[in-house]
């Protein structure tokens, strides 16, 4: 089973890729169609998208939580050079993650659902007094910059649980595209 499951992984990964490695002007076009014409309900696509976004996004989310345990510990410890240094490392990660999840070409209607939530959470952060210079402990919420990461985190596993519902649906919407 084990050897079963490894070889279906590489070819889910090369369908993902197949479509990020068209010339530039068809990404171009491409964008613009998959803007006017998301799906919805299409598990295929869901499946597609979050593999691109995975590929494409994961690591800004393993680093934005090593930097929320960062945060935590210069809050807890009141140490406000730590503080200011992590606070210009999250807003650099924030911002570089709002960009990956931009370029992405997305085709489900859901998962671009997800990709907004996403963004705007991070807006939120990004608008805080903590990445906006003011390192004042009085006037930083912390709980709120706290419950925006959660929410980025709370996306993500719903983003999850969108491809484990409806596995009835899985097996009709992927046999969709074999036959366009």
Known sequence: MGCEQATEAPVEQEQSTLSTDLEPAQQSDRTTTAQTELKSGNMFYMVRDVADLQFKAGSYVEQLKQTQTDLQTAVDTKDTQQLQATAGKLQQQLTGFNQALSELNLKSQEIDQVRSNIMSANQQVLASPLLNGQVDFS???LKKIESQMVSVQAEMLKLAGMLIQNPDKDAS????????
């Open 139 to 141: 006037q930083v919420d």
């Open 173 to 180: 919407s992927e046999a969709e595209p074999e036959n366009t």
